[in-house]
């Protein structure tokens, strides 16, 4: 296509141009070059012509007596309005009086400093994982919560190589004082425990009266007790239409049980009633895998209570950016530990750990285990056939009787049983 312009002078148009024949337009960052004859240019090209997104990458390089400048079209220097837009510029032939138009690409050219790259590929680590790319993150630009608890993540790391030597050496010390038989011994006898025994509530295995084993005010001290008067006072109101509507939702049939034998009068009744709420709660959070902030709120939950639900039975995770409270398989236990304490104060001493460990969504068999681990007495009843379904059910019982049983634990794993 051939466009007349003046008398003097014609437009040409290039036709099916290629990358090499684009024309070149650059930018300097730092102000307007007095003279572009002393500058000398030179464009470099990717080696790799058949990956389809490093063939057209472009580095552009100007050298003066100066200072040196270098421009890219990839990478975070680049312009974008090379994507969002064309460019075309005109070359004037003097020879020919014709002007041929050709696409255009833009180069930001920015002054390279001696010394400069290397001070900045040295606070670059290579070695920085993912997780130090985050906590920089957080430390420049994240909210004052995140940096508490990137503070208090910090706070509570040990060096994994101090940590890995002063294991080896205790290790090695240990071994050569006892001997590798004794230790084994020693692990065989105390690995079936697993980490129940850091999740039991405190046990005084010395003391005289059941009572006192575990304390009740290990759960629910005076001020806490005081603060569940009003809910308390409204688990004890329920009526009989609002007793069978939460037997019939499930997860609280041993709050249930208590509030349909509630004492009449007296202490008793406003104990067991405000025991009832807490274990509400409990049960209910045990059902849960993330906490919200609003957990309880909605049963009247004082705010005393609230935290130490979240303090001593959830853990904290960092997730998205933000700090969640989470309950893990762990707590989980530790919540039937509590709860089944909690019932043995509220059941004289005994506890149905069938109707307990439904509430709770474990297994039978992990409700064993946490009542053993208590050194509890289990009382297994006779099959008694359900009024409604005509099934015999078996019914459980834990009693915590004086002195504590101490269960011998199984080595072996036991074995499942074949399908017929």
Not at 166 to 174: H, L
């Amino acid at each position: 296509m051939i466009t007349t312009m003046a008398a003097s002078c014609s437009l040409v148009c290039c036709e099916e141009e290629r990358d090499s024949d684009k024309a070149v337009i650059v930018r300097f960052s730092n102000g307007n070059v007095q003279n572009a004859e002393q500058l000398g240019f030179t464009m470099y090209k990717n080696a790799d012509e058949t990956n389809p997104r490093k063939k057209s990458r472009r580095i552009m390089a100007a050298e003066s007596d100066r200072l040196s400048y270098v421009g890219n079209n990839f990478g975070a220097g680049s312009l974008k309005c090379n994507n969002l837009c064309k460019y075309y510029v005109g070359v004037l032939n003097k020879e020919t009086m014709q002007m041929e138009v050709h696409c255009a690409e833009l180069f930001n050219m920015q002054p390279v400093i001696p010394g400069e790259i290397e001070e900045y590929a040295k606070t670059q680590d290579p070695t920085q994982t993912y997780r130090d790319k985050v906590d920089s993150l957080i430390e420049a630009f994240g909210t004052n919560k995140q940096k508490r608890a990137l503070s208090s993540r910090r706070l509570n790391q040990v060096g994994s190589d101090t940590l890995h030597q002063a294991v080896a050496k205790a290790a090695n010390t240990v071994i050569d004082q006892k001997g590798l038989e004794a230790l084994q011994q020693e692990v065989a006898e105390t690995e079936a425990q697993g980490d129940l025994a850091f999740h039991l509530p405190p046990c005084n295995a010395g003391a005289d009266r059941p009572e006192d084993v575990y304390l009740f005010d290990d759960f629910l001290s005076p001020v806490e007790f005081a603060s569940l008067e009003q809910a308390g006072t409204k688990m004890a109101s329920l009526t009989p239409e609002e007793l069978k509507k939460l037997r019939d939702d499930g997860g609280c049939l041993s709050v249930v049980k208590h509030l349909e034998n509630l004492p009449s009068v007296g202490e008793a009744r406003d104990k067991i009633s405000r025991c009832a709420f807490y274990l509400s709660l409990l049960l209910n959070l045990a059902r849960q895998r993330s906490i919200t902030r609003k957990f309880g709120q909605e049963e009247g939950c004082p705010r005393n209570i609230q935290s130490k639900l979240f303090r001593t039975f959830t853990v904290e995770s960092f997730n998205s950016g933000r700090v969640q409270n989470v309950v893990s398989s762990s707590m989980r236990s530790k919540l039937a530990a509590y709860s089944l304490a909690l019932l043995l104060h509220m059941s004289h001493m005994t506890c149905d750990i069938t109707l307990l460990h439904r509430d709770l969504a474990i297994t039978e068999a992990r409700m064993i285990d946490v009542a053993k681990s208590m050194g509890l007495t289990l009382i297994k009843l006779p099959r008694v056939k359900a009024e409604e379904d005509g099934v015999r059910d078996t019914t459980r019982q834990a009693a915590l009787v004086l002195p504590l049983v101490k269960y011998e634990q199984s080595m072996e794993r036991r074995k499942r049983k074949k399908l017929h």
